[in-house]
């Protein structure tokens, strides 16, 4: 990992796109992916939940609008994807001549896991007035399924320009679309999935944690459960994270989500201090199919282009639509 007192942070005008590191300040692996990225002409796009190790190479760190936008104007021939396969999935959508590889193909999400493409064709039929909004964790079969999709970072927006005479069916996390109800005053059929990393912190756990710190706000991931989602002073986007803690003027803050952001956080805003939201029983705040995703697994899957993201052209044809309604909707002023 990189000391990260000697990188300035770039402020809000580029958030999510990282400092260059001096390659002397890196160690021998990063430096080799550096070099395979010169040689390939690729970009590497990490989420904010990666180890340090992989946002410290990566050309952009950021949350899953972020890395959709870049991976829709990327001018690199290969498309390294270090986050989940629904991530690395939607970027091959975005750009279907592509090379586009990930480090490991079995970095799943239980969001995606709970909402099968076939059960939801089962729903949709039961109203032909349903208008379905898809969470972006989902698989690509599903986003085929769907009108639009939705990121936590734009979601309130897109369901606020959402038909107002078609009946909404928001799949597949209930906590999200729980929170956007409650954002948007708009009704809506929630799938019932879960993030199981999200769901782990509690009401009484975090309610300790604010007694332990009463000066340090709260801010919270809308994948959380309502209980804890009360107790946030802020519910937002893991990019608005970063925004909102430059923003504060508080010294402390506590984070509840994933443990991956709070490298990106102590790295755009130095002198602060990030405390993780602990959980009831364990120490639970790692996804685990995150975290399936090293340094080497990064260095082999650009060494070897493999695995590599393949979809059947009518998928790809299919799911489009709904990624780029979401693009035009969010770049709307
Ligand atoms: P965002 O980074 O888009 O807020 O999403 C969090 C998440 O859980 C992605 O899997
Ligand atoms: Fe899926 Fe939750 Fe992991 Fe995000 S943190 S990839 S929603 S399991």
Redesign the pocket.
Same mark, same amino acid.
């Given at each position: 990992m990189i000391d990260l007192t000697e990188i300035p942070s770039r402020g809000r005008a580029e958030t999510g796109i990282r400092q260059p590191v001096p390659p002397a300040k890196l160690d021998a692996l990063s430096r080799e992916i550096l070099d395979l990225k010169k040689k390939l002409n690729a970009v590497i796009l990490a989420h904010n939940?990666q180890v340090a190790e992989i946002q410290d190479v990566a050309d952009f760190v950021g949350d899953s609008l972020g890395l959709s936008q870049q991976a829709a104007k990327t001018s690199a021939d290969v498309i390294v994807f270090c986050g @989940?396969h629904f991530m690395a999935e939607t970027a091959k959508i975005l750009n279907p001549g592509k090379i586009v590889i990930l480090p490991d193909a079995d970095a799943g999400?239980?969001?995606e896991e709970s909402c099968p493409a076939d059960q939801l064709e089962a729903l949709q039929a039961t109203n032909p007035n349903f208008w379905t909004i898809a969470y972006i964790?989902c698989s690509a079969a599903v986003k085929a399924l769907c009108d639009v999709i939705v990121t936590s970072g734009n979601a309130v927006k897109i369901v606020n320009a959402a038909p107002k005479d078609r009946d909404l069916l928001f799949v597949p996390d209930e906590n999200l679309g729980a929170w956007v109800i409650e954002q948007t005053s708009r009704p809506m059929t929630l799938w019932k999935g879960n $993030?199981? @990393?999200?769901v782990e912190w509690t009401h009484a756990a975090i309610s300790r944690i604010r007694e332990e710190y009463p000066d340090a706000p709260l801010v919270a991931h809308p994948?959380c459960t309502r209980a804890v989602r009360l107790l946030a002073d802020e519910v937002c986007s893991t990019e608005k994270m970063v925004t909102w803690c430059q923003k504060s003027t508080a010294k402390e803050i506590i984070i509840a989500t994933?443990a991956g952001m709070l490298h990106r956080l102590q790295k755009e805003c130095p002198g602060k201090t990030f405390i993780p939201a602990p959980t009831e029983n364990c120490r639970c705040n790692e $996804?685990r199919?995150?975290k399936m995703n090293t340094l080497e697994k990064l260095r082999n899957c650009m060494r070897d282009l493999t695995p590599r993201v393949e979809l059947p052209a009518d998928i790809i044809s299919r799911a489009r639509l709904p990624i780029d309604r979401m693009l035009e909707i969010s770049a709307r002023p």
């Open positions: 939940y @989940v999400c239980s969001l964790n $993030c199981y @990393v999200h994948e994933e $996804c199919f995150m």
